[in-house]
């Protein structure tokens, strides 16, 4: 299985629009040093023909045209993809509005939970994803029940805790089933685990993780009260469903000893001082056994 990182900031990517903060400011102005990042998006294929996409940032277009074994080919017509489906874990925004910038007619394959799917057809914006017959197919997906992608490629979706995004609060009162997903990918009898976002590391997280090779980990916030020493008001990191790194009870302390060949942090935002590779933060999860992962790797 080849596995494709091709965005790694939170929302927003970074440097973020409209942040002048000591981080965004150097990214705007020595991008040698800190180097953008665009929002999360990851990719995997089996065979490097046929992709499968884990949610759908809006830097996605970006990210197609930026990855040439995403992009159509002439010799297979004039419209084609080799996309054959996306994975939602989540309706988030950050994940989901990508989806608009493939709304060119294409037939799509969307595997999601069942309230995601309620979610989305409630908005009207995603209706353009069914402007002609068999547009859209949905697969619902459920907890602990794995299914196969690619023919070899098994997929279990993990259930993590937490709500429905803001924009969709009226349905977390009425609307059964997980707000957010991770993902386990096994190919040949091995293990990658996918859990950008982690509201808490429970012990089945840990023994998920100690059966895998690769663990793509949240890394949203070095501390809880990350946000607030930029804009004050904001809430801690734990109140928003992350686990910040650092710390007694952060994700490097609570997973040390996890026996995954590979630890990689993904989803950094744009405060996290671990984006400046010069910095202590950098340091202590290099030295911890943890990488901060970059637009672009490839891991297979």
């Not at 800190?34 to 809006?58: G, H, Y």
């Not at 990658?192 to 890394?219: F, H, K, N, Q, W």
Request: hydrophobic share 40%.
């Amino acid at each position: 299985m080849n596995f494709k990182l091709l965005g790694t900031a939170a929302g927003g990517g970074f440097p973020q629009w409209n942040c002048a903060c000591t981080l965004c400011d150097l990214c705007r102005n020595f991008p040698d040093v800190v180097q953008p990042r665009l929002q999360l998006q990851a990719a995997f294929s089996t065979d490097a023909e046929k992709w499968f996409l884990i949610n759908a940032s809006p830097d996605l277009r970006f990210q197609i045209e930026s990855n040439p074994e995403l992009q159509p080919l002439a010799l297979h017509g004039k419209r084609n993809t080799p996309i054959q489906g996306i994975i939602l874990t989540s309706a988030d925004l950050d994940q989901v509005l990508g989806l608009l910038l493939l709304r060119e007619f294409q037939p799509l394959t969307i595997y999601s939970t069942g309230v995601v799917r309620r979610v989305l057809e409630a908005n009207s914006f995603f209706r353009m994803l069914e402007r002609v017959p068999n547009q859209l197919t949905w697969v619902e997906i459920h907890p602990g029940k794995a299914f196969t992608l690619g023919d070899q490629v098994t997929c279990t979706p993990i259930s993590l805790s937490g709500s429905l995004p803001y924009y969709a609060r009226e349905f977390n009162a009425e609307e059964p089933g997980p707000a957010s997903l991770g993902l386990l990918l096994e190919a040949d009898g091995r293990r990658l685990a996918y859990t950008p976002s982690l509201p808490e590391i429970t012990e089945a997280i840990r023994e998920m993780y100690d059966s895998c090779e690769v663990i793509l980990v949240d890394g949203t916030f070095w501390s809880d009260a990350e946000l607030s020493r930029t804009h004050s008001g904001t809430p801690l990191a734990r109140s928003i469903g992350h686990v910040p790194m650092s710390g007694d009870d952060g994700t490097i302390a609570l997973l040390a000893g996890i026996s995954a060949r590979q630890r990689i942090f993904v989803h950094i935002n744009n405060t996290n001082p671990v984006l400046d590779t010069r910095g202590p933060e950098y340091k202590y999860v290099s030295d911890a056994g943890w990488q901060i992962g970059q637009d672009g790797w490839q891991l297979n």
